[in-house]
T-cell receptor, first 112, second 115 residues
Framework: GESVGLHLPTLSVQEGDNSIINCAYS??????FIWYKQESGKGPQFIID?????DKRQGQRVTVLLNKTVKHLSLQIAATQPGDSAVYFCAEKNMNDYKLSFGAGTTVTVRA | SAVISQKPSRDICQRGTSLTIQCQVD?????MFWYRQQPGQSLTLIAT?????????ESGFVIDKFPISRPNLTFSTLTVSNMSPEDSSIYLC????????????FGQGTRLTVV
């Protein structure tokens, strides 16, 4: 079936560097995408979202890029900090029934 | 935003028993969902909790194993029945409102270990 998936399971980043987390999706009908951060022992926390009629959206230290041509989503984190260490999930939201389909997750570890 | 409280936060249960997990939201929300997150895995949708009617289950999940209640707009329960070690997971409640750009909020999860 159609699914949302991630390219890399782990990412190690030097503190202060930029991080890029990638995600591939297969449902071309998806029109809303979200990035979540999950710290150990906690539920997923919303980071940023983007609609399919956009190709870029910026938040505080984060940017999401959407390439509908190749069905690719990425999350960029600027000046990565130790507090950014977590598992990051991309998800697509079905706007008919509001269900979320999650990708596999990327574990980000920030090196001091 | 919405603040979600899940109880219990964790439990260790004997196989063959059942556990009911509660999800309480601080505001009225339209949509409530239950997810399962197996160790080291992503989140998988179990079902949509419908107010006043039977939940809508995803493929691979059945009501006899995961009965769900939703008596009002702010409260839902998920029961994991006749548990086996394979049911050891984190169970998460999620809520959202209808609309095009509506954020989905998650509870902190219930970490279940079946021994």
């Amino acid at each position: 079936g159609e699914s949302v998936g991630l390219h890399l399971p782990t990412l190690s980043v030097q503190e202060g560097d930029n991080s890029i987390i990638n995600c591939a999706y297969s449902n071309s009908a998806s029109d809303y995408f979200i990035w979540y951060k999950q710290e150990s022992g906690k539920g997923p926390q919303f980071i940023i979202d983007i609609r399919s009629n956009m190709d870029k959206r910026q938040g505080q230290r984060v940017t999401v890029l959407l390439n509908k041509t190749v069905k690719h989503l990425s999350l960029q984190i600027a000046a990565t900090q130790p507090g950014d260490s977590a598992v990051y999930f991309c998800a697509e939201k079905n706007m008919n029934d509001y269900k979320l389909s999650f990708g596999a997750g990327t574990t980000v570890t920030v090196r001091a | 935003s919405a603040v979600i409280s899940q109880k219990p936060s964790r439990d260790i249960c004997q196989r063959g028993t059942s556990l009911t997990i509660q999800c309480q939201v601080d505001s009225q929300v339209t949509m409530m969902f239950w997810y399962r997150q197996q160790p080291g895995q992503s989140l998988t949708l179990i079902a949509t909790a419908n107010q006043g009617s039977e939940a809508t289950y995803e493929s691979g999940f059945v009501i006899d194993k995961f009965p769900i209640s939703r008596p009002n707009l702010t409260f839902s329960t998920l029961t994991v029945s006749n548990m086996s070690p394979e049911d050891s997971s984190i169970y998460l409640c999620s809520v959202t409102r209808r609309g095009q750009d509506t954020e989905a909020f998650f509870g902190q999860g219930t970490r279940l270990t079946v021994v």
